[in-house]
């Protein structure tokens, strides 16, 4: 056989197997989102029923749990920059991450990246909205930056939305301190 014959055959061998794959054209137009989740009476490959087994949409594992946790170990530690690095790693992988993005300000504040920690708490605020835990951190942070008036307005909102909080207490009787010993 030559080469242009066997060309040819192997074409239409081709043709005649992809003319036996079809799809049902209502599967790719009806607009409906197909997902993994089994349907009642479903088997697995064991013999066993899916009811009670957990499927993907059940599952609390986040991809930025593990930068999370090693970032807090971190910032415990007092390593902020390391802890910064691994929730910027926490914000990409999970950039809905509401915590990841009040960790990543924390973190800039305490190097004194006041640039960065103004960018990640405008979205932290976004994500998590007015917390006690927003308006102490952003409270915190003004200290830091000696904006005292600031710092006083941001641990008073975070006073009135968990008046028993002790690291609210604490942070404005550190603030009260701060004012009384002013060093120059």
């Known amino acids: ?13 081709l043709l005649i197997l992809l ?3 079809q799809t049902n054209g209502a599967d790719l137009t009806d607009g409906v989102v197909r997902t993994n989740e ?19 949409s059940d599952v609390e594992y986040y991809a930025s749990d593990q930068a999370v946790a090693e970032a807090k170990n971190q910032f415990r530690a007092e390593n902020y920059g390391n802890a910064g690095a691994l929730f910027l790693k926490a914000t990409r992988l999970a950039p809905n991450d509401g915590g990841a993005w009040m960790g990543l300000a924390a973190c800039t504040d305490r190097i004194h990246r006041f640039d960065l920690s103004d ?18 951190n952003v409270g915190y942070s003004y200290l830091l930056r000696g904006k005292l ?12 939305l968990a008046p028993n909080d002790p690291t609210v207490a604490n942070n404005l009787k550190l603030l009260s301190s701060s004012v009384q010993n002013i060093e120059r």
């Open 19 to 21: 003319a036996g794959c």
């Open 38 to 56: 089994p349907s009642k009476g479903d088997v697995t490959s064991f013999g066993d029923a899916f009811d009670g087994l957990k499927t993907v």
């Open 119 to 136: 960018r990640a708490y405008a979205r932290a605020s976004r994500l998590v909205g007015g917390t006690p835990e927003y308006y102490n």
């Open 1 to 13: 056989m030559t080469r242009p014959k066997r060309l040819a055959a192997a074409t239409s061998l």
């Open 149 to 160: 008036q600031d710092a006083r307005s941001n641990f008073l909102k975070a006073y009135e």
